[in-house]
């Protein structure tokens, strides 16, 4: 009896063992190849464990976990809500919320009394680069785009994937310093060329800027961005292993295959604010095409003397637009010590940078771009209070790409296949899927800023003003930003002798009140 109770058990436990390795196999083969989820495709195992901790963690994240916003770069509340717009999955969240309203920094919009009805509000208006002074000015739809990130820098399927869904969702990709790819122009959106110090590219033999390139790559481009500097690493250039510069990236950036590249840490042919200005209306008038300046700011030098430089030799002269890169901006790879402690975060540059146009008269001249950590609408809400017309963001399109926040982009074992060359990593990303994602987080977060404008009261997002958003200072005060950083009188440049410096804080000049109201409502 006791051996037959025996053999039975000992059936029975073989049969459940069978069945368990047959669901784990057809688990196995079933997140490996489906398409949506990057990590359990590339990782099945970790990537079970991974979705049970983030589900089940909502549930005992109070006995583990301090809160959803102290992670850095970006926090969990941060990221989940980047990840929920870009899978369309709205913007709701229940209970309350986790952001410490009265933290020191912290940006509250200033809610109307009685907000524009929802019949009369109107989509936000597009806006053109150039107007006037190209042969092709570019006219921008959204928004939110897509910041510089190179081909090498981030592999071939996130290239794609961004490149597709930028053309879904209407918005523009930088390519960043890397030189113009196939995949940058797979989906037919509308790219701004990006030209490094090392003018990848768009160089000939020598390293120098080829004009005939230049003419190449015009027709595939809305517009060219002069790189002086990104926040990340400003003054630094760089080297490109030698590993790295496979024979399709050699052909793309113009270099040498499986030799190291140097890119050096300033463009050897721009010493000063007229050499920008010499080198962007050189190329616009090959091209025809907008020309703008991506750069950190440090302090406000550099803005001062653009402006003179601009003064001295016409309007003509000016750049269509200029990128204002944080200091907390990201990046593939740079040293700690600049990425930690160099140039100054956007909540300070941008409204100075946009002071300084406002005051030589510039400003309906100059489009403003931001960028730095602009991953969120309300981000997005606060940047165009302050001044800028459009913003870019990478580090938001790599989460909508599905980016953990793994901090190894320098390493090239990205585990989601954004920046890392391996093909077994990059397998997980699918394109057919991500591309999708990135279309989503535009078209999110154009509503969520536009939600936010309406609740101001406005009819647009494009009506965000300074005094539309208050900067927390303690428990128990927020000021206007119209308040901290009040709108300079527009001084006719003439005025102006090339060594002023912008006013300071609380100077008389800066405590001015701007002439009239339709001054504060079109800024240009
Ligand atoms: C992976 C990666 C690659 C980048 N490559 C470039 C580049 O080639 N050129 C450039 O100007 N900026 C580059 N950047 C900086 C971004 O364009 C952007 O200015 C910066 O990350 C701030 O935006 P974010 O905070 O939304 O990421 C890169 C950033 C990342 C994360």
């Not at 005992?60 to 916003?69: G, I």
């Not at 790559?217 to 926040?231: C, D, N, Y």
């Not at 300084?356 to 008269?361: D, F, H, M, S, T």
Request: aromatic content about 8%; hydrophobic content about 40%.
């Amino acid at each position: 009896m006791d051996g037959a109770m025996g053999v039975v058990t000992y059936g029975l436990g073989t049969l459940l063992g069978l069945v368990l390795v047959v669901v784990l196999t057809f688990w196995f083969i079933q997140d490996v190849t489906q398409k949506k989820h990057t990590i359990l495709r590339n990782f099945p195992v970790i990537g079970r464990l991974r979705y049970l901790f983030e589900r089940q963690g909502e549930y005992f994240r109070q006995y583990f976990f301090a809160n959803d916003r102290e992670e850095m770069p970006f926090n969990r509340a941060v990221r989940s809500w980047v990840y929920r717009l870009a899978k369309d999955e709205g913007g709701t969240i229940g209970f309350g919320s986790t952001n410490n309203m009265s933290e020191p920094g912290n940006i509250i919009f200033v809610n109307a009394g009685f907000p524009v009805l929802e019949e009369e509000l109107v989509p936000t208006p597009p806006l053109t680069i150039g107007q006037g002074f190209c042969r092709e000015p570019f006219t921008a739809r959204s928004l939110v785009n897509i910041s510089g990130m190179s081909y090498g820098a981030i592999s071939a399927p996130a290239v794609r994937a961004l490149s597709r869904g930028a053309r879904e969702a209407g918005c523009w990709m930088d390519t960043g310093e890397g030189g113009l790819s196939p995949y940058h122009r797979e989906g037919g959106c509308d790219v701004i060329m990006q030209i490094g110090t090392a003018k990848y590219g768009v160089r000939d033999g020598a390293g120098n800027l080829s004009m005939d390139r230049i003419r190449e790559i015009a027709s595939h481009v809305r517009a060219f961005e002069i790189k002086l500097s990104q926040g990340a690493k400003p003054g630094k250039g760089g080297v490109l292993p030698g590993a790295k510069v496979t024979a399709e990236i050699a052909g793309i950036r113009g270099i040498p295959p499986h030799q190291d590249s140097i890119s050096p840490n300033r463009h050897r042919d721009i010493a000063d604010a007229d050499q920008l200005l010499d080198q962007i209306a050189r190329l616009r008038d090959a091209t025809g095409k907008p020309v703008g300046v991506k750069t950190a700011i440090g302090g406000w030098e550099f803005v001062q003397e653009l402006c003179d430089a601009v003064h001295r030799r016409g309007l003509a002269m000016a750049p269509d637009f200029l990128v204002i890169d944080g200091g907390e901006g990201g990046t593939g790879a740079a040293p700690q010590a600049l990425m930690d402690h160099m140039a100054l975060p956007i909540a300070e540059a941008l409204p100075r940078v946009v002071d300084g146009l406002i005051e030589w008269g510039l400003r309906d001249r100059i489009r403003v771009v931001a960028s730095g950590k602009l991953v969120t609408s309300a981000k997005v809400a606060w940047a165009l209070c302050a001044g800028a017309d459009f913003i870019n963001t990478a580090r938001g399109f790599m989460f909508a790409l599905g980016c953990i926040q793994a901090l190894r982009c320098h390493t090239n074992t990205c585990p989601t296949g954004i920046t890392t060359h391996n093909r077994r990593l990059q397998r997980g990303l699918v394109v057919e899927e991500k591309y999708l994602r990135v279309a989503n987080y535009v078209r999110n977060m154009n509503k969520e800023i536009d939600m936010i404008a309406h609740s101001c009261g406005l009819k647009h997002a494009r009506e965000l003003r300074r005094e539309h958003v208050r900067i927390v200072r303690s428990a128990y005060e927020s000021v206007a930003l119209n308040t901290l950083c009040p709108y300079p009188e527009p001084r006719r440049a003439g005025e102006l002798r090339a060594g002023d410096r912008f006013p300071s804080r609380g100077s008389a000049a800066s405590r001015r009140k701007p002439k009239s109201r339709a001054f504060l409502t079109n800024p240009g």
